[in-house]
């Protein structure tokens, strides 16, 4: 079982950046590979970002790329997505998720969530 709890600023202004962090329990952190989506109300839930095990690689959706970087930390657990060059049409709930054998952009091939944060990009 793995918990996943997301944290970081989730204001800012269009042009500006944040950053969200979700931190793991347990002590398999490593063996997990870690996606972000997000979703905004009335949509299905949106592939953003995701990690390899080892950090090795990272997947990106055409809407953030080169705008948003993931990365991990397996020494504390913790994955990391800094958003650079906000736009309004960033905004949404953010969810980190865990899969222990897949790597990708499906959602339902996660295996665990976290509960989500509110990102608001004003203009």
């Known amino acids: 079982q793995v918990q996943l709890v997301e944290s970081g600023e989730r204001l800012a202004q269009a042009g500006g950046s944040l950053r969200l962090s979700c931190a793991a329990s347990g002590r398999t952190f490593s063996t997990y590979a870690m996606g972000w989506f997000r979703q905004t109300p009335g949509k299905e839930r949106e592939f953003v970002a995701a990690i390899s095990w080892t950090a090795d690689s990272t997947y990106y959706a055409d809407s953030v790329k080169g705008r948003f970087t993931m990365s991990r930390d397996n020494a504390k657990n913790t994955v990391y997505l800094q958003m650079n060059s906000l736009k309004q049409e960033d905004t949404a709930v953010y969810y980190c998720?865990?899969?222990?054998?897949?790597?990708?952009?499906?959602?339902?091939?996660?295996?665990?969530w976290g509960q989500g944060t509110q990102v608001t990009v004003s203009s």
């Open positions: 998720a865990a899969s222990r054998g897949y790597f990708g952009e499906t959602a339902y091939e996660y295996d665990y």
